[in-house]
Every structure is written in structure tokens, then in C-alpha cells.
């Protein structure tokens, strides 16, 4: 179990020494910012407290004292939550005065639990204790105070935030803020479920029941919600440029679907490329539209070839309607290019309209429509 609730430590350790390094990379133009000098100050608490969580797990004794590391742990826990409220109050607030207001309450409540841990960790002997009583309590009342005390400064907020971060995302128009209040909300619910489990750990172990291996419970959903966290804490500066490189693989993928059908259409018709064809997707929106465009203006060239009365979708079995629309027009596309290259036209052929009149709403629903008819046409081509 150690292993695992190191394995734990470490990687939320890493995730947040990874959103720092990657905040402090814009301190040339962000320095003179507060709410940028607040969210470092944040990153920098969230850091200590994993790395000492980390220290924890390794020695009993840090800087030559007794379960030190836990209390900086714990300390910079309750810091690093109050400057994620206060945070959250920034990007949200509409006054300033509010605003300016609720974060005092804040500094001055993570002040009094700071002091309060170290009241009660020193009058229960923290420091000459095994650590292992500051993982579930070991019965003794004054710990079993000290952590459920701990639990408490780290559920409270996971509640604020989670309340207000729903509120605060619908009414903002910044969208890089309302994703990062979307992930912060995702964020409290699962560190809410660490301190549940928390809970769970040290009431079972006073109680004297054994829940084994579920005791892990907690340490993962800590790991797992400082990732999320530290992604909410940065996503405001990298999730515009993440969405554009989502876009461009989504589209790259799609032009990269698109190519076996468009190039049997264009060997069939060459004269539907503007321009010679190339490799390069420099410009991939605009490769990206020709390529649709050229397909579309390919089948309509084999208008003449596809026989109305032929059974092209005969023998496939799909899953639905779209789907099985799409094979019948790749079949139809397939039986309509050996036609025209033997020079067969049918008596009965389909001379006017094109993928069955279908009338897509948007480019992107074009684009998906066409990924599909390609895909099957793939298929076809790959089992004939």
C-alpha cells in the first residue's frame, strides 16, 4: 500500500510542479498581473504540500523532526485551498469591493486552521508519534481531532467552489475562464471525494474495522483531482491553442479519411482538381474544402454511369439508417467507376441529383457525411 500511496504523491507532485514550470514560463508578460502572482503563490503551495506528502512517505523525520513533513503537508494543503478560492473569487467577481471582501474572510479562516493544526498537533505529541497514526488516527482522540480538523479546512472549500464554479461558468462570456471553471468544478467533486474517503479511512480505523485495500481510495481520488486542478489552473492560457490543435487533427484525420475516394474520383476525372495535387497541409481548412468540393463535383461527373435500378447496397448489414445510406452511395460510387471506365452507360441512370439529394447543414456535417461514404467506400474497394 505504501507503494501506491507514494505512486499517488509523486504524480500529483509532478502534475503540479508541471502547471508551475509551465506558469512561470509567461512571467514576462504576466508578472505585473495579481491574479497571475496569486495563481503562482497557489502552484507553489500545491507543489510543497505534494512533496512533502511525498518526503512523508519516505522518512518519518524531516529537517531532523518528527512528522514535520506531515504538518508542512497539511499547512500548505489549507494555504493552497484558500488561495484557490481566492482564485476563483477573482475570476468571478463582479465588485471589486465583494471580491476584495471575501478574500480577507478567507485569509483570515485559512490563518485560524494553520494555527489550529498547529495547536492540536503539538499538544497530541505530533512530533515524537509513528506516522503511521497521522494516516488513520490510531484511536487517539487529540489526532483523530488534528486530522478530521484537516478534513474539514479541505472539504469546506471543495463545497464552495463546486457551488460556485456552475453559477460563475454560465455567466462569464470568456470561454478559456468558463472551461477552466468547468475543469475546477470537476476538480472539488473528486478531491470532495478524497475527503470522503479520508473520513471513511479514519473513522473505520477508530471504530476498529479493517476496510483493507479500499483505504487507497482516498490517495487515488487526490492524485486524480490535483491533475484535474492543476489542468483548471492553466487551462485559461493553453486551452485556445489546444482547441485549434484539436480542430486541425480532427480535420487532418477527416482529409486523411477522404483520400482513397477522392483519388479514384480523380483519376476518373482529373479536371475536378483546381490545382495539381500535393502533400502539403500548410493550409489544411482550404485543402480541406477543396477536397470536399472535388469529390462532390467527381460524383457528379459519374451521374451518368450509376444504374437507378442496381442493388448496390445488396448484402450489408449496418447498423442504422446513416450507415447504411453511406455504403449505398459508396457502392453506387464503386459500380459507377467501372462503368465509366469500360464505358458502359445504363439505360436507366441517375443523370440528375447527387448522393441522394442529401443535404448536409455545414461544412462539418458535410465533411463527417463524407468520412463516412469514404470509410465504407474504403471497404468495398479494400474486399473487391
Not at 512561470?24 to 512533496?51: E, G, I, K, N, P
Not at 473513522?203 to 483531482?225: E, H, K, P, R, Y
Request: hydrophobic fraction near 45%.
Amino acid at each position: 500500500m505504501n507503494t501506491t500511496r507514494t505512486l499517488c504523491f509523486v504524480i500529483a507532485a509532478l502534475s503540479s510542479y508541471a502547471a508551475l514550470v509551465y506558469r512561470l514560463s509567461q512571467v514576462r508578460r504576466s508578472r505585473r498581473d495579481s491574479a497571475y502572482r496569486m495563481l503562482v503563490v497557489t502552484l507553489l503551495f500545491q507543489c510543497l504540500t505534494f512533496t512533502m506528502g511525498a518526503v512523508a512517505m519516505g522518512s518519518d523525520r524531516f529537517l531532523g523532526v518528527g512528522n514535520l513533513a506531515i504538518l508542512l503537508m497539511h499547512l500548505s494543503a489549507v494555504a493552497f485551498c484558500v488561495c484557490a478560492q481566492i482564485i476563483l473569487l477573482g475570476w468571478a467577481a463582479t465588485v471589486a469591493e465583494e471580491a476584495a471582501r471575501k478574500t480577507r474572510y478567507w485569509v483570515i479562516t485559512g490563518i485560524a486552521l494553520d494555527a489550529l493544526l498547529v495547536v492540536l498537533f503539538l499538544v497530541a505529541d505530533g512530533t515524537g508519534r509513528p506516522a503511521t497514526d497521522f494516516n488513520t488516527g490510531s484511536g487517539q482522540p487529540l489526532v483523530l481531532t488534528y486530522l478530521l480538523a484537516f478534513i474539514v479546512s479541505q472539504a469546506v472549500p471543495c463545497v464552495t467552489i463546486f457551488r460556485q464554479c456552475g453559477p460563475y461558468a454560465r455567466m462569464t462570456d470568456n470561454v478559456s475562464v468558463r472551461q477552466a471553471l468547468q475543469t475546477l468544478s470537476v476538480a472539488a467533486v473528486i478531491l470532495f471525494l478524497y475527503c470522503t474517503g479520508r473520513t471513511v479511512n479514519i473513522l473505520t480505523a477508530a471504530a476498529g474495522v479493517d476496510i483493507g485495500v479500499w483505504q487507497l481510495a482516498s490517495n487515488v481520488f487526490s492524485a486524480l483531482g490535483i491533475v484535474t486542478l492543476s489542468l483548471g489552473l492553466t487551462i485559461s492560457s493553453w486551452g485556445a491553442s489546444a482547441t485549434r490543435l484539436l480542430d486541425w487533427a480532427r480535420s487532418y484525420r477527416s482529409y486523411r479519411a477522404l483520400y482513397p475516394l477522392w483519388r479514384d474520383l480523380y483519376e476518373s476525372s482529373p479536371d475536378i482538381a483546381l490545382e495539381p495535387p500535393g502533400a502539403s497541409v500548410s493550409d489544411l481548412d482550404y485543402r480541406l474544402h477543396r477536397r470536399v468540393v472535388e469529390i462532390r463535383d467527381g460524383w457528379r461527373d459519374l451521374r451518368p454511369y450509376i444504374d437507378r435500378t442496381g442493388g448496390a447496397d445488396a448484402g450489408y448489414r449496418g447498423t442504422n439508417e446513416e450507415s447504411r445510406q453511406a455504403f449505398a452511395e459508396a457502392a453506387q460510387i464503386r459500380q459507377a467507376l467501372r462503368a465509366k471506365s469500360t464505358g458502359t452507360i445504363p439505360d436507366d441512370n441517375k443523370d440528375a441529383g447527387d448522393f441522394d439529394d442529401r443535404d448536409t447543414v455545414s461544412f462539418t456535417a458535410e465533411v463527417a457525411w463524407l468520412t463516412r461514404v469514404a470509410s465504407a467506400y474504403s471497404r468495398i474497394r479494400t474486399a473487391n
